[in-house]
């Protein structure tokens, strides 16, 4: 099979014109990456989710540029094709504008990424244009945005009341007019995000929102139900259960080893028999 051709943003966008849907999968590993890749999927997010998913953390709020820069450098390892979007981690694009450029340049040039995702509307519209016109692809991302869900008292459904639905119209607006190339709509009811995806030019990501978005995503752990502490999701359909699949091969090694059956005959190496000779024959 002929290797893909890179995804761009560029590409997105005509996507969204042609009515082709955009896939696109949180993945936070050189394995994972690497296996969404040969899947084919079209765009792959390294999200501050793996401070929840991976590192084990209640929330996203404690990961650290270090963390984004270390997993995107594994995933970055593994995609030629696949379109790969670091988020910027809690508080490193709140401050100055030259605060954020900094940290943004960091993500671009350790990780090798090829754009940036950043949670807000109206409230960081300057930054991401800022990032932009510095040449720097940003994604944005309203509705749910988990690095506020104290502030916004847990995770909720967002655009129920007009005021929050006016609220993410204008923020989409605002970061499509800054020059975001795409915005990730996160648990946004589903007659909102229909609107907004047809208001925008620019495409929408849907993840707990309309099948009326440019696109989709959802967490590799998710998909593939990975993990000790998968909880089921309503906005998520597991496509696998590798994780009992995992569990069970671990289940299996663990009673063979209690057992002395591995390892087999066929899982070691046998020394020379000048070796052997030595070893159990009498030292000269």
Request: aromatic letters at 6%; one cysteine or more.
């Amino acid at each position: 099979m002929e290797p893909r051709k890179p995804m761009t943003t560029s590409k997105m966008k005509k996507m969204k014109q042609d009515g082709i849907p955009i896939s696109m999968l949180t993945a936070y590993d050189y394995p994972s990456a690497r296996l969404a890749e040969e899947a084919g999927i079209d765009a792959i997010l390294v999200g501050d989710s793996l401070g929840n998913v991976v590192l084990g953390y209640d929330s996203t709020i404690p990961v650290t540029l270090e963390d984004m820069i270390h997993h995107t450098k594994a995933v970055t390892r593994a995609v030629q094709s696949s379109f790969v979007v670091t988020d910027m981690p809690f508080m490193t694009y709140h401050g100055s504008v030259d605060d954020s450029l900094r940290n943004v340049g960091r993500v671009m040039r350790e990780g090798l990424c090829k754009a940036v995702k950043m949670e807000g509307g109206t409230e960081i519209a300057h930054t991401v244009e800022a990032c932009t016109r510095a040449g720097v692809p940003v994604m944005g991302h309203i509705g749910l945005t988990p690095q506020s869900v104290h502030q916004i008292g847990g995770y909720k459904v967002q655009g129920k009341s007009s005021k929050q639905a006016q609220k993410l119209i204008d923020d989409a607006l605002a970061l499509e007019q800054a020059g975001a190339f795409a915005i990730v709509l996160e648990l946004v009811t589903e007659e909102l995000a229909a609107l907004i995806t047809k208001q925008l030019s620019i495409p929408t990501i849907g993840i707990g929102a309309s099948a009326g978005c440019d696109g989709q995503i959802l967490v590799f752990h998710d998909v593939v139900s990975y993990g000790s502490d998968v909880r089921p999701k309503k906005f998520v359909k597991p496509y696998v259960d590798a994780g009992e699949l995992i569990r069970a091969g671990i289940s299996r090694y663990v009673q063979e080893v209690k057992e002395r059956k591995f390892p087999r005959e066929e899982n070691v190496f046998k020394g020379d028999a000048e070796v052997m000779t030595y070893l159990y024959g009498g030292k000269e």
